[in-house]
């Protein structure tokens, strides 16, 4: 383009920029405080060349305080609260997440028949990386911080193939096991013991904005197991405790505790005459 057109074209970002309702920290910062917290969580692994000498626990703790600060700089015009007051809250909170994360890690080694360790789940298995990340991100939102916990939940989104939203409900011992095309609604509420399978989706029947404030996605109450590939829709919909939903099922309606629900398919196999013979 000429001068004339660049010039016109800059102008219009600039106009542009100034209608945006929100500044946001970089997604890079995004995924590397997630990665350094759970790294601070939990110290198993650590890169072959590794410069910086190692930090006490108190100096790698305000080194987190200082990147999640910087990171809430550019969304201070939108929180409700200070800084200062939103940093204490959410590192008050951390002893808490890393107990579920603990239980968490522990149900996953123990219900994986290949899993070896707990340090195998911890630094290996892309379900725990989701389930850290979704936990520290749910943490945050239930502080009022906006867009950051939906930020690191993507890029868990992103490395694992899991989508989590933040906001969802999620009790103890929870289990994903190969994970990879699940997706979790945000108005979904989960039980305690639950395991999920690769490709299950808890989501909504319908997608409208004015729905945006209803309970759209299912419940799944305490001890339920759901396989691979099972879709269950709907705000309404309750799936009672220690039920099992088999692979491929399609529920729209809940189902009462202790219930079995399995896809049903006809398979059919053949020999040619030719192999016959």
């Known amino acids: 383009m000429n001068n004339h057109q660049q ?10 920029n100034t209608t945006f309702q929100y500044k946001l920290p970089s997604r890079h910062d995004a995924g590397l405080f997630i990665q350094k917290l759970i790294n601070f969580l939990f110290p198993i692994s650590q890169d072959c060349q590794q410069n910086d000498k190692a930090k006490d626990l108190q100096g790698a703790f305000l080194e987190l305080r200082n990147r ?36 968490d890690a522990r149900s996953i080694t123990e219900n994986d028949p290949a899993s070896v360790s707990i340090e195998e789940v911890i630094a290996l298995y892309p379900g725990f990386t989701a389930i850290a990340t979704y936990r520290i991100a749910h943490s945050f939102a239930q502080e009022g911080i906006p867009l950051l916990p939906r930020m690191l939940t993507e890029f868990a989104h992103s490395q694992t193939g899991i989508d989590i939203h933040p906001n969802a409900e999620i009790g103890h011992s929870f289990f994903i096991d190969h994970g990879t095309g699940i997706v979790i609604g945000e108005t979904t509420i989960i039980g305690n013991h639950v395991k999920l399978y690769q490709g299950v989706t808890l989501g909504a ?21 759901v396989y691979a590939n099972a879709t269950i829709l709907g705000g309404e919909t309750v799936i009672g405790h220690d039920s099992i939903i088999g692979g491929n099922a399609w529920l729209v309606r809940s189902v009462p505790p202790y219930s079995q629900v399995y896809h049903q398919s006809k398979i059919e196999v053949r020999q040619t005459s030719s192999a016959a013979t």
């Open 7 to 16: 010039e016109l074209f800059f102008q219009k970002l600039n106009e542009q």
């Open 68 to 103: 999640l600060d910087c990171m809430l700089a550019p969304l201070t015009p939108q929180l409700g609260r200070s800084r200062e007051e939103i940093l204490d809250s959410v590192f008050d909170r951390i002893p808490e997440v890393y107990e579920m994360l603990l239980k």
């Open 205 to 225: 029947t319908h997608v409208s904005k004015s729905l945006a404030s209803k309970k759209r996605h299912p419940t799944i109450e305490d001890n339920v197991v």
